[in-house]
Nanobody, 117 residues
Framework: QLQASGGGLVQPGGTLKLSCVASGSIVSVSAMEWYRQAPGKMRELVAGITFGGSTNYADSAKGRFTISRDNAKNTIYLQMNSLKVEDKAVYYC?????????????WGQGTQVTVSS
């Protein structure tokens, strides 16, 4: 129900834009977030955005990454600039989605971001 895309291989200093689309019998989507998990490390929050557009970022993402949202398309984006080698990870999107009368947590399948020269 969440499909992430946009990962790839980029050189240090480069840019990538990730997308995550929520689909299915959706009544509403609340908070949407990007997480990442590097090999041997725990999954960590990168950025989040509420339905109203309020955002929050991990310190490592501030000033370089921008999260945005298109509520009409149930889609979030993560614009990543000035990428560093340490940004290499699998990036996952997360959303709270209302189907019918219940809210559930959903995770996307992950998209690999590799930063290497």
């Amino acid at each position: 129900q969440l499909q992430a895309s946009g990962g790839g291989l980029v050189q240090p200093g480069g840019t990538l834009k990730l997308s995550c689309v929520a689909s299915g019998s959706i009544v509403s989507v609340s908070a949407m977030e990007w997480y990442r998990q590097a090999p041997g490390k725990m999954r960590e929050l990168v950025a989040g955005i509420t339905f109203g557009g309020s955002t929050n970022y991990a310190d490592s993402a501030k000033g370089r990454f921008t999260i945005s949202r298109d509520n009409a398309k149930n889609t979030i984006y993560l614009q990543m600039n000035s990428l560093k080698v340490e940004d290499k990870a699998v990036y996952y999107c997360y959303a709270e989605i209302q189907n019918g009368f219940r809210w559930d947590d959903y995770w996307g399948q992950g998209t690999q971001v590799t930063v290497s020269s």
